[in-house]
């Protein structure tokens, strides 16, 4: 089963207009990791945020971090069509001594020109 | 350098056969991650490596799943008998670390006739 939330499912927006979504989780964990994902190809990292962080920029990337209430959200700004993809969060759980990263469903950006 | 590479990046399987898929992670990476990707899913965690060790394999769907890293590096999963249902993404990862970032291979597409 999946333990993150990605909200919302897709989102489409114009060229030069932020896009945020959001990830809830279940469980406490120790990262949270933000992915992107064109379509048929594999996965490409964008920013890792540690529990003990609030907030973290990349770019034009800007990601939140709220372990009270178990989400993150990851906001794009000035969007461009070459964003068009898959984002998923991925949580890393502790688990018998090691970690497992447990990915959440995804939303699905589409960014029109 | 060069990045996480898989092998073959499609396969075709008549049900009951058995495949092999292979994954060479970036060089010196410690940690191993395969996942499964359904369509329009998120990746869903399969296994872990440490180095040669499989620390984590309680993401395997079944008995006719089996993955290995005997010189801990290269990494081979190994369906056996496939099944319609084993039709997906099978996504290999590798970092220098446990809760580190993960660099993505492309994929083994694999479908079962």
């Known amino acids: 089963s999946q333990q993150g939330e990605e909200d919302p499912q897709a989102l489409s927006i114009q060229e030069g207009e932020n896009a945020t979504m959001n990830c809830s989780y279940k469980t406490s964990i120790n990262n949270l990791q933000w992915y992107r994902q064109n379509s048929g190809r594999g996965l490409v990292h964008l920013i890792l945020?540690?529990?003990?962080?609030r907030e973290k920029h990349s770019g034009r990337l800007r990601v939140t971090l709220d372990t009270s209430k178990k989400s993150s959200s990851l906001l794009i700004t000035a969007s461009r069509a070459a964003d068009t993809a898959s984002y998923f969060c991925a949580t890393a759980l502790r688990t018998s001594g090691t970690y497992k990263y447990i990915f959440g469903t995804g939303t699905r950006l589409k960014v029109l020109a | 350098g060069a990045g996480v590479s898989q092998s073959p990046r499609y396969k075709v399987a008549k049900r009951g056969q058995d495949v092999a898929l292979r994954c060479d992670p970036i060089s010196g990476h410690v940690s191993l991650f395969w996942y499964q990707q359904a369509l329009g899913q998120g990746p869903e965690f399969l296994t872990y490596?440490?180095?040669?060790?499989?620390?984590?394999k309680s993401g395997l769907p079944s008995d006719r799943f089996f993955a290995e890293r005997p010189e801990g590096s290269v990494s081979t999963l190994k369906i056996q008998r496939t099944q319609q249902e084993d039709s997906a993404v099978y996504l290999c990862?590798?970092?220098?670390?446990?809760?580190?970032?993960?660099?993505f291979g492309p994929g083994t597409r694999l479908l079962v006739l």
């Open positions: 945020i540690r529990s003990n962080e």
């Open positions: 490596f440490q180095n040669e060790a499989q620390l984590d």
């Open positions: 990862a590798s970092s220098q670390g446990r809760q580190e970032t993960q660099y």
